[in-house]
């Protein structure tokens, strides 16, 4: 990797509140997240020569982005941007005024927005779904995959060890057990004066694996972010390796079947296995047995974990592992249900009305399947296990009356109360369809109330011509907004909307 070809998209010190690869809802983060010193407005560089190949304008994700491709064929990335640069600007203006769309997807030839490198390109923002002021930073290769910008000697300080806040142990299957159990066993750490830790010998037998909650600090910021590499010893002899250098945006949903998936959606805590089960992430290096421990009877084994961040700062797990011969005195019970789902096939699920669609590779495992329609109710199991690829659902509506019809959707059900979340629903004469990646309970649910819209800085009867600007609010509780548009005297006008606030600015 070339170390100076890049330099700073930000000419303020780098302090990161996102690394490369760390852990996010059903994605690997692809970029740094560079803080911008809680305000809007940094003026953002080009990284090197090149030419604005890509810009993106959207309500939601980078919302305001900007893409460079540079003569190696390296792209950099700038996201959550407040605006571009004025040339650039006016040349997403102009094109958002042909198509009347404030959201627009632009590719430029290579002579139209050529730039220098460390020439103004945009300026730092909170567009988007930033959860606060920042620059979304990435660098991709030729084949469009995000790599770490600090192998390109973009500069973070850190001399900070990574921390583990927790490690379970788990038993691979029904002939396998750790002390005395085949459940999920949380072990005892033990913090050592070196910043190591020791963790309470256990007994076990069988094929064992086992997760760890680790994360990183850098020396200038308090927030947790994700390690850089992670690897496991047994007995000496490396048999498991992750490392978090570069990914395709393809394999980053895989992220829910490297953590422990119910873990997550019970208690919101991310364990990553530390052993390689039915999953095609690229991110795992060497492994022996995919990671997973044969233990077997009167045998003592060390077990290490070595977890470092990018600047080599690094921490060590240590444990022994006995292996006895002893069964669980309650053993873990599968649960079994008519409805069977398997990885390589198409499964069809279909009760009265409603009906669901697998097709291969849904899932990553085999698995019994909760399945029950009652009315329009439709329970799918529960979100606990990780979905690869989307499957359909799909509702019959033809015994309602057509003016009813016109105000159905299909919503998840979700929250103690069971609030119906709008899931993006299709039409089709009496069919009503959605695909989703996420398990869980389902229902028709109705929208009879229209969108609400008011003035923010203004108010009927008001002389407006010397406005620097006007600012309404949009907004509707059930499946919310689909589209807008704004005129001044039969004109369409630009509005840019920020979904956060609910707020359109001209």
């Known amino acids: 990797y070339p170390q100076d070809y890049f330099s700073n998209p930000l000419d303020v010190p780098l302090i990161l509140s996102g690394n490369f690869g760390e852990l996010r809802s059903n994605h690997f983060h692809s970029g740094l997240d560079i803080k911008t010193q809680q305000r809007e407005g940094l003026k953002v560089l080009a990284c090197a020569d090149g030419y604005v190949s890509r810009i993106k ?53 290579a002579e139209t927005l050529p730039v220098t490198k460390q020439s103004l390109v945009a300026y730092s923002g909170n567009s988007g779904g930033s959860g606060g002021p920042h620059l979304h930073f990435e660098i991709r290769d030729k084949n469009e ?29 029904g002939n396998s057990f750790v002390n005395k159990s085949n459940s999920k066993q949380k072990l005892r750490l033990i913090p050592q004066k070196s910043g190591d830790y020791m963790v309470e010998s256990l007994s076990a037998i069988g094929n064992i694996g086992f997760g760890i909650d680790t994360s990183d600090r850098q020396d200038l910021a308090a927030n947790s972010n994700g390690v850089y590499n992670i690897q496991t010893f047994l007995n000496g002899n490396q048999n498991f390796e992750i490392d978090f ?21 019970t208690n919101r805590q991310r364990i990553q296995k530390l052993f390689k089960k039915n999953n095609p992430l690229s991110m795992f290096k060497s492994t022996i047995n995919d990671g997973i421990l044969s233990v077997d009877d009167n045998t003592n ?21 006995k292996g006895t011969n ?86 998840r059900l979700v929250g103690y ?23 869980g309970t389902y229902a ?63």
């Not at 982005?65 to 941007?81: D, E, R, S, W």
């Not at 000697?153 to 900070?160: C, H, P, V």
């Not at 109360?417 to 398990?439: C, E, M």
């Open 326 to 411: 002893t069964s669980a005195s309650t053993p873990v019970v599968q649960k079994t249900t008519p409805y069977y789902m398997t990885v390589n096939h198409t499964n069809n699920l279909k009760s009265g009305k409603v009906s669901v669609d697998f097709y291969p590779d849904t899932f990553y495992e085999d698995f019994y399947i909760d399945f029950d329609v009652k009315n329009d109710t439709l329970t799918l199991h529960k979100d606990v296990v990780p979905v690869r690829k989307n499957f359909n659902i799909s509702y019959d509506v033809s015994n309602y009356n057509d003016a009813d019809k016109e105000k159905l959707f299909i919503a």
């Open 301 to 321: 084994s060390v077990y290490k974990i070595r977890i470092s961040d990018f600047k080599n700062n690094e921490t060590w797990v240590n444990l022994n592992i």
């Open 57 to 109: 304008v959207a309500h939601f994700g980078y919302s305001t982005a900007l893409y460079i491709t540079h003569p190696k064929g390296y792209t950099t990335v700038y996201g959550h941007l407040q605006k571009f640069s004025p040339e650039i600007e006016a040349y997403v203006n102009k094109q958002q005024y042909e198509k009347e769309s404030y959201e627009i997807e632009l590719f430029p030839s």
């Open 245 to 265: 250098s570069s990914f395709s945006f393809d394999e980053s949903s895989c992220i829910n079947q490297f953590i422990d998936y119910e873990h997550y959606t």
């Open 145 to 173: 995959h995000p790599m770490n910008p600090m192998l390109f000697g973009i500069y973070i300080k850190d001399t900070t060890k990574p921390v583990v806040r927790s490690i379970y142990a788990y038993a691979l299957d």
């Open 444 to 506: 028709l649910a109705t929208d009879t109330v229209n969108p609400t819209i008011y003035g923010l800085n203004f108010k009927d009867g008001q002389w407006l011509s010397n406005f620097r600007y006007l600012k309404v609010k949009i907004d509707d509780d059930r499946s919310g907004i689909s589209n807008y548009r704004a005129t001044v005297n039969d004109k369409w006008i630009l509005m840019e909307y920020d979904y956060k606030t609910k707020t359109l600015t001209y």
């Open 417 to 439: 109360k069971n609030y119906p979340v709008y899931s993006f629903t299709k039409r089709d004469g009496n069919i009503l369809s959605t695909s989703t990646k996420t398990l």
